[in-house]
Nanobody, 126 residues
Framework: EVQLVESGGGLVQAGGSLRLSCVAS??????????ICWFRQAPGKEHEGLACIRTEDGRTRLTDVVKGRFTIFTENARNTVYLHMNSLKPEDTAVYYC?????????????????WGQGTQVTVSS
């Protein structure tokens, strides 16, 4: 079965950087086009789509909120997706999730993804 595991969260000061990782298993990377996206959920708010990557060709899509600060990429293995976050702000504080599904459309809607990780907490202090 599909499993997604996030890691790399923690407490950082405003302006700092952090790199999150998402290790996926159980996905048919060799047979289907898999989209893996990063979402976050701040206290009392809905899931917010941030960045997505299509594993087959590495195509990415970022929201305006994180463009210029966050980067999504894979390194060495297609089943591992990273989110490198620069210039962190207190408003970036949230639980960060990775989500995956078999699709060729990099949607920022949480409803379009079936598989989710447990999340990793990111706290940015001011």
């Amino acid at each position: 079965e599909v499993q997604l595991v996030e890691s790399g969260g923690g407490l950082v000061q405003a302006g700092g950087s952090l790199r999150l990782s998402c290790v996926a298993s159980g996905l048919t990377f060799d047979l289907d086009d898999v989209a893996i996206c990063w979402f976050r959920q701040a206290p009392g708010k809905e899931h917010e789509g941030l960045a997505c990557i299509r594993t087959e060709d590495g195509r990415t899509r970022l929201t305006d909120v994180v463009k210029g600060r966050f980067t999504i990429f894979t390194e060495n293995a297609r089943n591992t997706v990273y989110l490198h976050m620069n210039s962190l702000k207190p408003e970036d504080t949230a639980v960060y999730y990775c989500a995956a599904d078999l699709t060729d459309f990099l949607s920022f809607s949480s409803h379009d993804y079936k598989h989710w990780g447990q999340g990793t907490q990111v706290t940015v202090s001011s």
